[in-house]
């Protein structure tokens, strides 16, 4: 898990200032038979973020928006070029000949990071968000939105090498953004001790099963619709989920306990990295809007999916959902001009309890937003309130 300041219109700011931190939640009877790599020295959390600095050290944020005369310093995205890691620029980490577990967390405001290893060892992914995964699936990449964490197993005894570069290869802003450049390519080095050592973690065939989406138990659906307005000159001055401000009255009362099927539907040219807080969600499917135009100009006029048919639109190409994030997230990329069908969960899946320990009806309620904080500051963000 990892916590950050959530002030409303300050919370890219306060990142930046380095109000956030995490900690790891352990079920030892049920983790420990795993035989993952474990202790401090072999599950390490890496917290990764791009940053820019003045000369001086300290951090530089531009003061001027896109926008002046409309919002004095809202700027859409941040980007640094400088890659921190857990608090330092472009470390390196000295590893044994074995396996490592890492639970690599993106605290960007705003950048995507697509992690390769240059030597070419694959990542074991093991879990996502606050979930492990089914069985472990292996991949050369991981694609790493703001607030997500990718959560794997590296075995450096593979390696042909002695040391080898994390590195980044994900355009900024994502998915249509600029290439990387020589220095936000690059997230860490690690060196890789030359002796073998003995090596007791394993990766086992099968992780841990979570109860699976029951479609009939869904109590609502939901159509989420994501926009982004801007100037004359083409330029973003906000955005908004469902044309509503973050002040604008609850729409959205779950059940605790109860399950739902949400439709979100990105009507923008950005990814935007769907975070429900304290609900959990499986991806079901991705789906292109065909005739875009049409339905986005339905859309802007009467702000209803249903009205402008919206399943009429999406009819096109299944995105597929990774292998890795197909079990249970609190946090999901959602691609630009397409429909993903989640389904939300309001209670804890690691027990059986169809509720939670504490009343989660008490206000001051939750928030569901995107996690480019930029975005989520100006203003996509929608409260919800839990009820009984």
């Not at 956030?20 to 030892?28: D, E, F, N």
């Not at 310093?73 to 396996?99: C, D, H, L, S, T």
């Not at 979570?210 to 000159?233: A, H, V």
């Not at 989640?342 to 008490?362: G, L, M």
Request: hydrophobic share 35%.
């Amino acid at each position: 898990m990892w916590y950050h300041d959530h002030a409303m219109g300050l919370t890219r700011a306060n990142l930046l200032a380095g109000l956030l931190g995490s900690y790891i939640v352990r079920h030892p009877h049920i983790e420990d038979p795993l035989g993952l790599p474990s202790g401090h020295q072999f599950d390490r959390v890496l917290v990764v973020c791009d940053r820019d600095f003045y000369r001086n050290g300290s951090i530089y944020m531009n003061t001027t928006g896109n926008n002046p005369h409309i919002h004095p310093q809202w700027q859409p995205e941040y980007f640094g070029n400088v890659i921190v890691v857990n608090g330092k620029a472009w470390p390196y980490m000295e590893v044994q000949r074995r396996k490592y577990r890492f639970r690599i967390i993106n605290t960007s405001n705003a950048r995507f990071f697509r992690f390769y290893l240059r030597n070419g060892l694959p990542f074991i992914h093991v879990a996502s968000d606050s979930a492990y995964i089914r069985r472990p699936i292996i991949a050369k990449t991981t694609l790493v939105a703001p607030s997500e964490i990718s959560d794997v197993v590296i075995d450096f005894s593979k390696s042909k090498s002695n040391e080898v570069i994390l590195a980044n290869d994900a355009v900024y802003p994502f998915p249509s953004g600029d290439p990387v450049n020589n220095a936000n390519s690059k997230v860490m080095k690690f060196i890789i001790r030359h002796q073998q050592v003995s090596d007791p973690s394993k990766i086992p065939k099968t992780l841990i099963k979570y109860p699976s989406p029951n479609l009939s138990s869904t109590s609502q659906t939901r159509y989420i619709s994501m926009y982004e307005y801007t100037s004359k000159t083409d330029e973003p001055t906000h955005l908004l989920i469902n044309g509503l401000s973050f002040d604008a009255p609850v729409t959205e009362t779950p059940k605790v306990g109860s399950t739902e099927i949400w439709y979100v539907i990105n009507l923008t040219e950005d990814n935007h990295p769907l975070h429900v807080h304290l609900g959990l969600f499986k991806v079901l499917k991705q789906t292109h809007l065909l005739d875009f135009d049409k339905f986005h100009d339905c859309m802007v006029k009467i702000n209803d999916a249903q009205k402008c048919n919206v399943h009429s639109h999406a009819r096109g190409y299944k995105l597929p959902v990774p292998k890795h994030e197909r079990g249970w997230k609190n946090v999901y990329k959602m691609s630009p001009g397409y429909m993903t069908m989640i389904y939300v969960r309001f209670s804890y899946i690691h027990v059986n309890n169809v509720s939670y320990p504490f009343d989660a009806t008490k206000d001051p309620g939750y928030v569901y937003h995107c996690h480019i904080l930029d975005h989520e500051d100006n203003v996509m963000m929608r409260p919800f309130k839990l009820v009984h």
